[in-house]
Every structure is written in structure tokens, then in C-alpha cells.
């Protein structure tokens, strides 16, 4: 399935089923690309991706800190706007009271303010409240906390920030794109434009993620959903985007070639692949905010007896599905999950295909030709005593 606003680090997928059994994140059998904002594939991200911890600085003491003034200037919806114009590179940490990690970040991000105003760097370090800067926050797409975010002439610069919180860490990071930026600026005009364009192509920062992969489950009803997590953010519920592609959705192992070649030679009214795959190709977007689809399967297992070599232990066995979608509303403090529920029919149904052996064929025949000289002789017999001249 392709995820069409959701970053490949924050997608996860859950199992449950009423057996009790609960498997979180099962990314183990599942590869990860992002995707562009057309749903195309674009990067691999990598086959069982494990979020790593980040490291916090937890020295600074923000009251000592504000002694000196507060070098991380809060900015609210009229003034983010113009402060972006008036600086050249603005850091901006787009956080939220409640969050934890927001908590812990903020004497990190003050000291980090307070260094570059002391070394005189030519960036500005702000940040804004995302719980009274609702708007400015869902504009900016913020959907994690806390979520910090380069800026230079206004424009984004791609990819956010996702390494260590500490004042070295972050420090690093300005000095590295203040150098790239430099080295930039020294460039032919010609050159630098191609560096430029380049760029732009390698640090697509698209929120979208396709997935594909098996899931190992039990067989009794039960769900898998996908939602937003992280090890080191808090999700921001009203933007957690659940729209999403199914590109292929089938039960069981997949179907060869040569197998499919035989399957489709059997009438449709007995079987057909579609039944197998029913969902596939569907888009299910999310056109409002705390929405998702939850999806309902019925799932039935089919034994198919295609010839002699496949009878019995040996049949093929498919999975037939009937889906049914509905969209789910959630409360505004409840990040929304993509479910598919499954649940499996006690019931089976098996295809078998006969074929008439020769033998069968020749007393075919020769009950036909029998049955056809019997009935040419009663014509024959009936025609002549109508037809028969009487005797005078």
C-alpha cells in the first residue's frame, strides 16, 4: 500500500487478533520506499527501519538560562510571516506545551539560542507555540512535536531536522549548511544553478510512504492497522493523514504465473481472480481532518482442483474476499489508524474440474449412434404404415 502523506519513519503496522496475540510496529518483513508527491517511488528507506534513540542534552537549566534574556523568541501567526522576510536563516522548533520531548528540547533549544547570538551566527532561532498557532502550524504541516525546521529567504530547506538534541549536535548542523551555502555562492551562476536544481531533486522531503511485504498471522478474525508513531515525537493528531493507495491486498501465498494461466481457464461463474484481490487499485483519501477508513473483510478459503497433479493435499488453495469501507470519525486528541479486519469463514469451497476419459468418450458415441438408428427406424416403420397402398 502506498501512504500518501505519511513519513515512511513514522508509518507503522499493528496486529491483533482475538486470540489476544498483539504485535506492534511489524516491520520485519516489510520494505519501505518514500514516494513523491505524485505517489511515484522514488527512495528505499530500507527494510525493517528501527527509529533510533536521540540523544539530549539535560545540563541546561532554563531559568539560569532566561537570566540573560530569552535568545529563542516565540513568534505567533502575524509575526512568523514578516520574521522569516527580515532574516535570512530563521531555525524554528514548532512545539507544543503537552509534548514531552517539546519539554525536554526546551533548555537544549535555548542554549542553542543563546550560542548562536553569543558566536554572532547569521541565523535566528524561534519558536512557536503550535497549540495557540493552530493554523499557522496546520499550514505548515507540522505533524509531529517537536518539529524543527531550517528556513532561509522564507523558503524551507529540506530535509527537517532529525538528529541528536543537544547544542553540539545542533551546532553542527547549522555550521554544515552555512558551508554548503558558502561554497555555493562561489559557483559559476550556470553551475551553481544545476547544484541548485539538483538539489531540490535529492532533498525531497514528500511526506508519503509505500509499503511492501507480507504479515504472518493467526487464523482466527483479528486486524492490522497502520498509524503514525515515534520513539522521540509526539504525533500531531489533526494531522496524522491516513489517505492511502491499496496497490495489492490478498490472503495466502502469492499465485504463480503458470497457476494463474490454469485458474483463469475456469468459467467465471465458478471462479474468478478478481475475488482474490478485490481491493486492489483503490484509493481511500481522507478529504476532512480526524477521519479514516476502516475496512471489513470476509475472507474464504477455495481448493481448487485444476488436474490429476492437483488433487486433494496437492489442490490450490486461494483466498476469496468480499471488502466493505466505511469511514470512521475520531476526537481531536485521537490519532486516527487506517484498520483492516479480517475474519475468516469456518466454511471452505472446493473447484473440481472432470474431464471425460476416452472410454467415456467411445460409449458417448456409440449410445448416440445406437440411440439415432432407433429412432430413424421407428420413423421408418411409422411412415410406412401411413403411407403403405391398401389392398382392394
Not at 549548511?177 to 514528500?206: C, I, Y
Not at 504465473?257 to 484481490?277: A, C, G, L, V, W
Request: hydrophobic share 40%; with cysteine; aromatic share 10%.
Amino acid at each position: 500500500m502506498t501512504l500518501l502523506d505519511m513519513p515512511c519513519e513514522y508509518a507503522t503496522i499493528d496486529v491483533v487478533d482475538v486470540l489476544g496475540t498483539r504485535n506492534d510496529n511489524v516491520t520485519l518483513n516489510i520494505n519501505k520506499w518514500q514516494v513523491d508527491a505524485q505517489g511515484i517511488r522514488r527512495q528505499y528507506e530500507g527494510q525493517n527501519p528501527q527509529q533510533k534513540d536521540l540523544a539530549h542534552d539535560t545540563h541546561h537549566d532554563l531559568a539560569l538560562l532566561h537570566r540573560n534574556g530569552v535568545h529563542a523568541v516565540p513568534m505567533d501567526q502575524d509575526s512568523f510571516g514578516p520574521w522569516l522576510q527580515k532574516n535570512e536563516y530563521v531555525f524554528v522548533d514548532f512545539y507544543a506545551p503537552w509534548c514531552v520531548w517539546c519539554q525536554r528540547l526546551e533548555p537544549v533549544w535555548e542554549a542553542f539560542a543563546e550560542k548562536m547570538a553569543i558566536d554572532e551566527m547569521p541565523v535566528s532561532v524561534i519558536k512557536v507555540d503550535c497549540v495557540s498557532n493552530r493554523e499557522l502550524c496546520m499550514d505548515q504541516k507540522i505533524q509531529a512535536f517537536p518539529m524543527l525546521r531550517l528556513f532561509k529567504h522564507g523558503e524551507v530547506q529540506p530535509p527537517d531536522y532529525r538528529s541528536d538534541r543537544t547544542v553540539e549536535a545542533l551546532t553542527e548542523f547549522v555550521n554544515t549548511r552555512l558551508a554548503k551555502d558558502e561554497v555555493l555562492s562561489l559557483m559559476p551562476a550556470h553551475e551553481r544553478e544545476a547544484h541548485v536544481e539538483q538539489a531540490k531533486a535529492e532533498r525531497d522531503d514528500h511526506p508519503g510512504c509505500m509499503m511492501s511485504g507480507f504479515l504472518l498471522v493467526n487464523r482466527v478474525p483479528g486486524n492490522f492497522h497502520v498509524e503514525m508513531r515515534s520513539k522521540n515525537h509526539n504525533i500531531n493528531p489533526p494531522m496524522a493523514n491516513l489517505s492511502l493507495v491499496v496497490n495489492s491486498l490478498t490472503f495466502g501465498p502469492p499465485i504463480e504465473r503458470k497457476m494463474e494461466r490454469r485458474i483463469n481457464s475456469i468459467p467465471d461463474e465458478y471462479f474468478t481472480m478478481k475475488n482474490t484481490r478485490p481491493m486492489d487499485g483503490n484509493y481511500y483519501v481522507n478529504d476532512k481532518l480526524h477521519k479514516a477508513f476502516h475496512h471489513y473483510i470476509k475472507v474464504v478459503s477455495t481448493k481448487i482442483e485444476v488436474n490429476r497433479n492437483y488433487v486433494g493435499n496437492k489442490a490450490f488453495q486461494a483466498y476469496q474476499m468480499v471488502a466493505s469501507s466505511q469511514i470512521m470519525n475520531y476526537q481531536d486528541t485521537e490519532t486516527p489508524e487506517a484498520r483492516f479486519s479480517y475474519d475468516l469463514s469456518p466454511m471452505s469451497v472446493t473447484i473440481i474440474r472432470k474431464g471425460k476419459r476416452f472410454y467415456e468418450f467411445i460409449t458417448s458415441m456409440c449410445a448416440l449412434i445406437g440411440g439415432t438408428f432407433t429412432v430413424v427406424g421407428l420413423l421408418s416403420g411409422f411412415l410406412n404404415s401411413i403411407f403403405k397402398p391398401k389392398k382392394i
